[in-house]
């Protein structure tokens, strides 16, 4: 699969700045696995506030870019692809674990592998990583809607 620009993001993930947080596609299986990227950078309007003078991506942000990453799997997933007004909303993040702080200049590589998907329900084991260190781990679940 050739890589999907943000110009492709935006096609899945109903996201605008300054809340989308997936950069490019770098891999993508439908039905398995995606991988893909976020550049946090300085000028994230979150680290205006957090924290200042000692800027940390904040964790549930690092979470929300696992779960848009999931999601752009999962509508590539989808057969026959899904309406524009399908959006998948979280059901549930488990064992979630952080494992390193992120900041400005760190590139978070974001996986997720399908576990489960049944009636609309679809369930993930998701990492983020800055280079080869574990950033993050949870298991997501997304629900399927039409809005």
């Known amino acids: 699969m050739t890589p999907i620009d943000i110009v492709g993001i935006m096609e899945h993930l109903p996201h605008r700045y ?4 997936v ?3 770098l891999e993508l299986e439908a039905g398995k696995s995606v991988k893909a990227i976020k550049n946090v950078t300085m000028n994230e309007p979150f680290f205006q506030g957090h924290f200042p003078g000692y800027p940390v991506m904040p964790g549930v942000l690092i979470l929300e870019a696992l779960a ?14 899904p309406s524009k007004n399908t959006i998948l ?3 549930g993040i488990d064992n979630a674990r952080f494992k390193r702080q992120v900041v400005p ?3 978070l590589i974001l996986t997720a592998e399908i576990t ?3 009636r609309g329900i679809w369930k993930y084991t998701a990492k983020a990583f800055v280079g080869d260190e574990l950033a ?3 298991d997501l679940m997304c629900a399927q809607r039409e809005v």
């Open 23 to 25: 950069d490019r596609v």
């Open 136 to 138: 993050c781990e949870a």
């Open 68 to 81: 848009q990453a999931a999601g752009v799997l999962t509508f590539k997933s989808i057969q026959p692809p």
């Open 89 to 91: 909303f979280y059901a």
């Open 18 to 21: 300054p809340f989308l947080l």
């Open 116 to 118: 489960a998907s049944k």
């Open 105 to 107: 200049g760190d590139q």
